[in-house]
């Protein structure tokens, strides 16, 4: 006989695959609501009011901080990511220019030409969001932006009001002598998880802040704003995500400043690095998990002690016997 869990994923991966095309705001709403639903429940738990108003009061303090953001750094954003958007394949040709003192590099018979690879770059840039001269498609999609953007507002408010009740739900599946226990172990994957992502999106806000003030002040890097804010969200992804950062803000650095400027933006961005790892992580990491701070520490400073390179050159882990 087929279980009701078995069910119940096949008819929510039919419907979320029919829903593809408007499902990322729902997704998105939902994810902000989970991390944000221990915040509603500490304030109506302490001022006692219904969920609906501390909900209303929230969104009132979002919408204002949403506000504010927008107009402060609305207009140089978007006026830096599109002028780093038009300048893009410039970058990259002036980058391998500066890099090897030539317009064309031959590697294993193959000829690598820099203009040939600006056009390349334009092209996929061109791909990915379209014409820039295209008025009418730019048109479209600030509105199906906009759009989706109320959307997700409106989700939102409707998970952090009801979102608790999903969990009701889910609980009917469960056989009712599991779900006592069931209850046990969601509530404690719950706390730990609602703190990681929570430490997750501190740490993206903490690193776009402090790339941008080296960017801007140490180095007064053009697009300061979009490479720090863009360097910030891939500090989640490990090993590529800071790999490709530092790259962005690198080959912007050459042109800009020449090889040195390149050198001493990468050692900063090693220097910011360590500073997320030894620091900033195992505080964020030590209080999702209940652990102290110099745990964390340890743990990376053993686990990068246990890669050795091998004669042959590969990293392979190393086990001690004792």
């Known amino acids: 006989m087929i279980s009701r869990w078995l069910i119940l994923l096949v008819v929510v991966g039919v419907i979320a695959y029919l ?26 738990a302490r001022s006692r009011l219904r969920r609906i108003i501390v909900v209303a009061l929230l969104y009132v303090v979002i919408l204002a901080l949403l506000g504010a953001g927008i107009w402060l750094i609305e207009v140089r954003l978007a ?108 509530a404690a994957i719950h706390q730990v998880l609602g703190r990681f992502l929570r430490g997750q999106l501190f740490l993206i806000g903490f690193m776009s802040v402090l790339n941008y003030l080296v960017l801007e002040f140490v180095f007064n890097l053009p697009y300061a704003l979009p490479i720090a804010i863009v360097s910030g969200v891939l500090e989640v992804i490990p090993l590529l995500g800071p790999v490709l950062a530092g790259t962005i803000a690198a080959i912007v650095g050459l042109v800009h400043g020449g090889t040195g400027e390149m050198f001493g933006i990468i050692v900063a961005y090693v220097i910011l690095r360590q500073i997320e790892d030894q620091f900033v992580m195992p505080i964020v990491v030590g209080r999702a998990v209940h652990l102290h701070p110099l745990v964390p520490i340890f743990a990376v400073l053993r686990i990068c002690k246990g890669i050795t390179v091998t004669p042959g050159g590969s990293l392979t882990p190393y086990v001690s016997a004792r």
């Open 19 to 44: 829903a593809r095309s408007v499902l990322a705001p729902f997704v998105v709403a939902a994810g902000l609501a989970y991390i944000m639903s221990p915040l509603v429940d500490a304030m109506q």
């Open 79 to 186: 006026n830096e990511t599109r002028a780093l958007r038009a300048a893009g394949p410039d970058l990259v040709e002036g980058a391998f220019v500066r890099l090897l003192g030539s317009q064309r590099l031959e590697v294993f018979g193959q000829v690598i030409d820099a203009r040939l690879l600006a056009q390349l770059t334009r092209d996929q840039l061109n791909g990915l969001l379209g014409k820039p001269a295209d008025a009418l498609q730019l048109v479209e999609l600030a509105i199906e932006w906009v759009a989706r953007l109320l959307l997700t507002l409106i989700a939102l408010f409707y998970f952090l009001l009801d979102g608790y009740k999903i969990g009701e739900y889910v609980q009917r599946f469960i056989p009712p002598d599991r779900r006592d226990r069931a209850r046990e172990v969601a």
